[in-house]
């Protein structure tokens, strides 16, 4: 079975209010590709990874007016994806939904939240979490803007696999005015992707406690050793879910190269443009861990990046549609379920 984790930049955009897919000439929110691109870029992307089920990061938005899921399903069904079913976390307000796109000859899926809102000590991800942000003694609420999508998946081979749809918030100083100000609002953004992550592992723990085929998948915006700020608290949030010290640790090839290797090379699932006529920078932001009751059955990782993969690289098309599609490259897990 293939499972898979992309974030699609802004693929809101390519729906109308009716989910029918926006194939025109008109802009995307993608720099300088229309809809009509993106979309067609989309599906070429999709088509080619062939994922039994695909969690995806900023999916369409779902409230009053919009389904995401009705979108993600005209989608599949234009592009004549397999993957014909959709399902939707806890819908936001950000526009960027985690939904899962998904063979419904091969699985069921439900969106399955464990917990309660009032647990003080590990809530259910539309809850509250207190955390003592700024070490005054004196916890603060934590929410999360997009809150997890924690799945329940079953095979058809009657395997039961949680999924956790993940998609924590950016460090990046948005809206500072100077360099102070982006300084205080960046160690302020990584306190609380911080405690996001401490609230994850402990719902983590939950699941490797009960010894569940556990994957946790998604953007983390954030990575061993990605930024400065990193050093001023020890460790970066991806440590904190994979796991420290004497806990039951998550497994992702990709961040356990990172942690062990600090300068050199490292795998990257992200290409962002920081300016006009700038080199482009390149982040492993995407991951797709696995539970220790997983690793026997012969997992194998993919980062679908158009100039690290070398097939993608070989298949001039698939190339030019990943960098059309998106920011982020798709990351695949390939496992015996």
């Not at 990046?172 to 609380?192: C, F, L, T, V, Y």
């Not at 719902?203 to 990193?230: S, T």
Request: some cysteine; overall charge negative.
């Amino acid at each position: 079975m293939r499972i898979a984790t992309y974030n699609v930049e802004w693929f809101n955009n390519l729906f109308n209010n009716q989910g029918t897919l926006l194939r025109d000439s008109e802009w995307s929110g993608r720099y300088n590709v229309t809809r009509g691109d993106q979309a067609d870029a989309l599906g070429a992307v999709f088509a080619a990874m062939d994922a039994d089920a695909i969690m995806v990061i900023e999916a369409p938005d779902d409230n009053r007016r919009r389904s995401g899921v009705t979108a993600l399903k005209n989608f599949a069904a234009f592009y004549g994806l397999r993957t014909t079913e959709a399902v939707i976390g806890f819908s936001n307000d950000t526009q960027q939904e985690i939904s899962l796109l998904f063979d419904p000859t091969l699985m069921t899926v439900q969106h399955d939240p464990i917990g309660d809102t009032s647990d003080p000590y590990a809530p259910r991800f539309d809850g509250r979490f207190m955390y003592d942000l700024d070490t005054d003694a004196a916890p603060e609420p934590v929410h999360w803007s997009k809150p997890p999508f924690e799945a329940r998946l079953d095979t058809a081979s009657q395997v039961t696999v949680r999924l956790i749809g993940v998609h924590a918030k950016s460090k990046a100083p948005h809206g500072a005015r100077n360099a102070d100000e982006a300084m205080r609002i960046s160690i302020e953004n990584r306190r609380k992707q911080l405690a996001q992550c401490v609230w994850l592992r402990r719902r983590v723990d939950h699941h490797v406690e009960q010894g569940d085929h556990l994957i946790v998948l998604g953007d983390f915006n954030d990575g061993p050793g990605l930024d400065e700020y990193e050093k001023l608290f020890g460790r970066s949030g991806v440590e904190v879910v994979m796991g420290e010290g004497n806990k039951q640790c998550l497994y992702d090839p990709h961040a356990r190269m990172a942690l062990s290797q600090r300068v050199g090379a490292a795998p990257t699932t992200a290409r962002f443009s920081v300016g006009k006529d700038q080199p482009y920078l390149n982040a492993l932001l995407d991951y797709v861990m696995v539970s220790p009751t997983l690793m026997d059955k012969s997992p194998r990782w993919t980062i679908w990046h158009p100039f690290d993969n070398p097939r993608c690289y070989a298949d001039v098309p698939l190339r030019e549609a990943l960098l059309a599609a998106s920011d982020h490259f798709p990351v695949t897990l390939d496992i015996d379920l």
